[in-house]
């Protein structure tokens, strides 16, 4: 059992940054493989990035090299800094935890394979 609570959202202009926080409780964050996820409106949800337990990062291909994932296991919490932000990067966040992921190079961004959810934090970014 875990529960995620993000928090950092807000709206910028384009080219801006923002961190996003994803509180980890009930559990300890280095049990879990974690990754970020995204959804505008109208759009399917699809993983933005994901960080292995032993600290292995994977990207979407349209936020590679502008976003950064983290996770601070002392604190518990998970981040996500977002560089060089762009209007097509606004939606609603997610953080998501999962025990096992096999295969995971290949899987880490399926949302399928997690059962963990947050509830979402709100990114704008207006161009």
């Known amino acids: 059992q875990v529960n995620l609570v993000e928090s950092g959202g807000g709206s910028v202009p384009a080219g801006g940054a923002l961190r996003l926080s994803c509180t980890v409780s009930l559990n300890t964050i280095d049990n879990f493989h974690m990754a970020w996820f995204r959804q505008a409106p109208g759009m399917k949800r699809e993983g933005v990035a994901g960080?292995?337990?032993?600290?292995?990062?994977i990207y979407a291909d349209s936020v590679q090299g502008r976003f950064t994932i983290s996770k601070d296991n002392a604190e518990n919490i998970l981040y996500l800094q977002m560089d060089s932000l762009k209007a097509e990067d606004t939606a609603m966040y997610y953080c998501a935890a999962a025990r096992i992921i096999k295969g995971y190079s290949d899987y880490a961004l399926s949302e399928v394979l997690y059962p963990s959810w947050g509830q979402g934090t709100q990114v704008t970014v207006s161009s």
């Open positions: 960080i292995h337990r032993d600290g292995t990062t």
